[in-house]
């Protein structure tokens, strides 16, 4: 089992940065990929961004240039970079941690990021 817990969300105006953490703990070698979703309400879960376990990174369209993701194995922790936020961002955010030997996904609880214009 993986566990995750996320930190780091919270209120800002739009143009803003906040930067949300992901500490992984438990069976740890069995990650590989790992990433952050976010939920707006009334809106389905989507992929924000995602860094595979050899460091290939891909991000929605919509977050290109204004979010990074980056993750620190030592720390065993990944990291969402948010610059120029907009008040389209506001949602949910999830951390995500994919099993390398299963299909199977792990959540954190989630950390609200709310962006006022």
């Known amino acids: 089992q993986v566990q995750l817990v996320e930190s780091g969300g919270g209120l800002v105006q739009a143009g803003g940065s906040l930067r949300l953490s992901c500490v992984a703990s438990g069976s740890i070698l069995s990650i590989g990929a790992m990433g952050w979703y976010r939920q707006a309400p009334g809106k389905q879960r989507e992929l924000v961004a995602r860094?595979?376990?050899?460091?290939?990174?891909n991000y929605t369209d919509s977050v290109k240039g204004r979010f990074t993701i980056s993750r620190d194995r030592a720390k065993n922790t990944v990291y969402l970079q948010m610059n120029s936020l907009k008040p389209e961002d506001t949602a949910a955010y999830y951390c995500?941690?994919?099993?390398?030997?299963?299909?199977?996904?792990?959540w954190g609880q989630g950390t609200q990021v709310t962006v006022s214009s």
């Open positions: 860094i595979s376990r050899g460091g290939s990174i």
């Open positions: 995500n941690a994919e099993a390398i030997w299963a299909p199977t996904n792990y």
